[in-house]
Antibody, heavy 120, light 110 residues
Framework: QVQLQESGPGLVKPSQTLSLTCTVS??????????WSWIRQHPGKGLEWIGY???????YYNPSLKSRVTISVDTSKNQFSLKLSSVTAADTAVYYC????????????WGQGTLVTVSS | QSALTQPRSVSGSPGQSVTISCTGT?????????VSWYQQHPGKAPKLMIY???KRPSGVPDRFSGSKSGNTASLTISGLQAEDEADYYC??????????FGGGTKLTVL
């Protein structure tokens, strides 16, 4: 059973960079056919797709966040990471990592989510 | 890339059926058969309920079904049960390795 777990600071100051890591267990991040994704949910709001990464390092981002987002992968640690720069209060959200089954493009495994608050 | 349009809320009594719509464009919902639906209970991570417009993952009751017509996808829940009360989100592939979610629909079981 694949499991994903987000980790990182729960509080980030405005203008700084938000950094989160997703650790994958129960399966290899290098398995073909899967993309690894970050998704966020503003308090009381809907889901917003942030981006995908393949184990090879290929990345794809939401156009609305592209200028501030970097997703990277560390296959040796079975982890992938999110960096979001120049954060504001509008970036306060629960951040989820998820596995995307690329054959049919759906998210089959999700982390529990981690709340990141942007505040001074 | 705009969010897919879902009704903010729907409701139904136990045993009844409800349908949640998800409207996009020819660049997302209408252009690909990669529409998926997720159920989210408060404080929990989303759970996959439907993929490829109408396929159910193992373990999802057959009370849940999906369909698509043009730029609008739909999730139908028949034989409503109390535990179906949750938020539901649609998601579609939007080309160029991007995806887009709907705004979410709150289902209330009366």
């Amino acid at each position: 059973q694949v499991q994903l777990q987000e980790s990182g600071p729960g509080l980030v100051k405005p203008s700084q960079t938000l950094s989160l890591t997703c650790t994958v267990s129960g399966g290899s991040i290098s398995s073909g056919g899967y993309y690894w994704s970050w998704i966020r949910q503003h308090p009381g709001k809907g889901l917003e797709w942030i981006g995908y990464i393949y184990y090879s390092g290929s990345t794809y981002y939401n156009p609305s966040l592209k200028s501030r987002v970097t997703i990277s992968v560390d296959t040796s640690k079975n982890q992938f990471s999110l960096k979001l720069s120049s954060v504001t209060a509008a970036d306060t959200a629960v951040y989820y990592c998820a596995r995307a089954n690329w054959n049919d493009v759906y998210f089959d495994y999700w982390g529990q989510g981690t709340l990141v608050t942007v505040s001074s | 890339q705009s969010a897919l349009t879902q009704p903010r809320s729907v409701s139904g009594s136990p045993g009844q059926s409800v349908t949640i719509s998800c409207t996009g464009t020819s660049s997302d919902v209408g252009g690909y058969n990669y529409v998926s639906w997720y159920q989210q209970h408060p404080g929990k991570a989303p759970k996959l309920m439907i993929y490829d417009v109408s396929k159910r993952p193992s373990g999802v009751p057959d009370r849940f079904s999906g369909s698509k017509s043009g730029n609008t996808a739909s999730l139908t829940i028949s034989g409503l049960q109390a535990e179906d009360e949750a938020d539901y989100y649609c998601c579609s592939y939007a080309g160029s390795y991007t995806s887009v979610f709907g705004g979410g629909t709150k289902l209330t079981v009366l």
